[in-house]
């Protein structure tokens, strides 16, 4: 008979994901692990079946319809089928919700968190509407505006599908992507305006060219009041919702859908704001400042994201290699694919620790029972987290899908779509350069580098085993000569200091990854897990520092000239 190959399938995600069970039982008070373990074991065996679905409907895309049968301008979006489940299991799990229902305090973030890395890649990129939204209530309730607080916060974080909304972000102009402060959004204030019956509106004019989720029934977004000043000092922060009370858009012209890479679910829009009313979410000016609680937030979610891809495509690939036989034996008995799947399998490992790090540190600090520390390291640690992370994302899910040769490139094993949904990541929420010019920043203004070396040698001084101690001096070293070349680069200005900016930023995020790591370690050993040793091992093989025998600014311009 002719042979079929048998193609990869999926478990009950939590139920066979060690690494999330073991970081669980370590970082939980039992009785909230306890709590919440259904609710995983329900998603882990949910997002099996939405797997199934993205299979099946791997062809439905997201359209405008701009007009309706009687010619009237509609701008509807319409979106997938999976994205229509996915936001109703969404509400009803509290993927939004969670944190700020704070049923576990610190640990709602953790628990959240858990249930977005199961949910993610099952989603078709839903994500990205629920850590707007997540942001957008976080933005509005530390700016305590009242109002706008009653208003949106209990259908942002509603567990109804019938009542919850999402919101959108809308920053980006054609003008520029990092650089906000370019942006020519002009808002002009009315007599009289109101949004949803909440006086003081302003009318806002001009061109979004990049808003994703645009299908959502609000946005926060930047817009320079007529009188302010050039620059993003200028620029004000902006509460919309897309649709007035009988239904038509608020002044918002869909032009069309963006045509990605990936992310091809989510309806990226070009908009044109044509008196779309808007309120100030907190006085006028300062608005760049202002995003920092939704990009804190969006950058977690980030993150947590890039883990479970790189999950998801460990999960797909491990067992492939058990069905898939090449020259007499399973993959997953020839050395070569072994050591390939456990170098991926370390950098997920180290990845995760980081990522659900930043979450534990986002719970303590919202519920007010964050040391100094704590506070102070999740400022520095959020940004080099998300670079750090993203990176590792595409990296590993590439690696991942090679693993299925030619199966891999082909689309309708749905492996492509992962490997081009992941590419985004380090993009969304701030490019690696951007970020990595902000720890430097932050390393400059809040005493950044202590932090992280405070963290790295809280984690590794008092390790036990030998091995793990040694490995751990290695991170102590590390984080050490990293300080070393910052001090070096500065004598020699800031150009050289930027010019090794990203070397710099993703030393600092390994170092940390190979020190949450080692701490996992020594926890796992005494409940008979070796696992996530040889992980920390093999992790630290790779290398973790790449500052080392570097060109100088001058020499980078000629090799690349």
């Not at 209990?154 to 054609?174: C, Y």
């Not at 891809?309 to 290699?321: E, K, P, Q, S, T």
């Amino acid at each position: 008979m002719p042979f079929f190959q048998d193609p990869p399938r999926l478990d009950n995600q939590y139920r066979t994901d060690d690494v999330l069970k073991s970081h669980l039982r370590r970082t939980l008070p039992a009785e909230v692990h306890e709590s919440i373990e259904p609710e995983l074991e329900e998603m882990g065996a949910l997002t099996v079946d939405l797997h199934r679905e993205q299979l099946a409907t791997r062809e439905e895309e997201p359209r405008v319809v701009a007009w309706d049968a009687w010619g009237h301008r509609v701008d509807r979006v319409e979106v997938t089928s999976l994205w229509r489940r996915a936001a109703t299991i969404a509400a009803e799990k509290g993927l939004v919700a969670i944190p700020y229902e704070r049923a576990n305090g610190r640990h709602s973030r953790t628990h959240q968190f858990a249930l977005v890395y199961l949910f993610g890649p099952s989603s078709d990129v839903y994500t990205c509407p629920l850590a707007m939204t997540d942001g957008a209530a976080r933005t509005l309730v530390e700016h305590r505006n009242g109002a706008l607080v009653d208003r949106a916060v209990p259908r942002l974080t509603s567990r109804n599908p019938r009542r919850a909304w999402t919101s959108g972000q809308w920053m980006t102009e054609r003008t520029g992507g990092s650089d906000v402060g370019l942006s020519e959004t002009i808002a002009k204030p009315t007599e009289g305006g109101k949004v949803a019956g909440l006086p003081g509106a302003y009318r806002l004019h001009g061109t979004k060219w990049f808003t994703s989720a645009v299908s959502s029934e609000m946005a926060l977004t930047l817009a320079r009041p007529e009188g302010e000043p050039e620059g993003g000092r200028g620029l004000t922060l902006f509460y919309l919702e897309t649709h007035d009370e009988a239904g038509a858009l608020n002044g918002i012209q869909v032009n069309r859908l963006k045509d990605k890479l990936g992310t091809r679910k989510v309806p990226t829009a070009e908009l044109t704001l044509d008196g779309a009313l808007a309120l100030p979410v907190t006085g006028i000016g300062s608005g760049i400042r202002n995003i920092a609680p939704m990009l804190n937030v969006t950058r977690t979610w980030n993150a947590i994201c890039s883990i479970g891809f790189m999950r998801r495509g460990l999960a797909l690939a491990r067992d492939y290699a058990r069905r898939r036989a090449q020259f007499g034996a399973p993959l997953s008995e020839k050395p070569l694919h072994v050591d390939t799947l456990a170098g991926l399998q370390a950098e997920f490992e180290a990845a995760f620790g980081l990522a659900f790090r930043v979450a534990q540190l986002l719970g303590a600090v919202e519920s007010d029972e964050a040391s100094k520390h704590e506070a102070r390291l999740l400022r520095a640690l959020t940004p080099i987290a998300k670079l750090t992370t993203a990176k590792q994302a595409v990296s590993v899910v590439s690696e991942a899908i090679e693993c299925f040769g030619g199966a891999g490139y082909v689309e309708d094993t749905g492996l492509p779509t992962l490997l081009r949904d992941a590419q985004v990541l380090p993009i969304w929420e701030g490019t690696t350069n951007v970020l990595s010019l902000d720890v430097l920043r932050a390393v400059a203004r809040d005493g950044a580098m202590e932090a992280f070396e405070e963290e790295v040698t809280a984690l590794t001084s008092l390790l036990q085993q030998p091995r793990l101690a040694d490995l751990g001096r290695h991170a102590r070293t590390t984080m050490a000569q990293a300080r070393g070349w910052l001090a070096d680069t500065s004598r020699r200005g800031l150009l050289e200091t930027e010019g090794g900016a990203r070397r710099f930023a993703l030393t600092i995020g390994r170092t940390l990854e190979l020190a949450l790591l080692l701490r996992h370690a020594e926890w796992a050993q005494t409940q008979g897990n070796v696992r996530p040793t040889l992980a920390a091992r093999r992790f630290a093989a790779h290398g973790v520092s790449l500052l080392g025998d570097e060109l100088s600014l001058s020499e980078a311009r000629l090799l690349v000239t």
